[in-house]
């Protein structure tokens, strides 16, 4: 289940970037978390970004997936924290795609 349930969140990451124009770039899922580049009109800040990744695929695996609401220790799909960080001089898009191939590589529980 827990591939079927990866596999959902990817096509929910991806329906969600159409809606709001975001362009994701690269993406792994893996066992625990989610590694995601990319970019987005300026109007959303990069919380914003978050929580609409978050809350949507949360109740779209809530409502598809019924057991895994009970698995959860207090009913969270995602956790509160994330990381983002911006493309810039010293981190490059580059960089950041080959670590996001290399979590699809060596870290990836299910292979898209």
């Not at 970004?49 to 995602?78: M, N, P």
């Not at 580059?94 to 870290?107: D, G, L, T």
Request: no cysteine; proline share 3%; charged share 35%.
């Amino acid at each position: 289940m827990r591939e079927e349930i990866a596999k959902r969140v990817e096509e929910v990451f991806r329906e969600i970037a159409e809606v709001y124009e975001f362009e994701i770039e690269r993406m792994a899922v893996v066992e625990d978390h989610v590694h995601i580049f990319l970019s987005a009109p300026p109007k959303y800040a990069p919380g914003e970004i978050v929580r609409i990744l978050k809350s949507r695929s949360a109740k779209v695996v809530f409502k598809e997936f019924t057991d895994v609401r009970r698995e959860l220790w207090g009913g969270e799909f995602w956790s509160d924290g994330y990381f983002v960080r911006s493309v810039g001089d010293e981190v490059t898009a580059e960089v950041i795609r080959r670590y996001i191939e290399y979590h699809n590589s060596k870290q990836l529980v299910f292979d898209f």
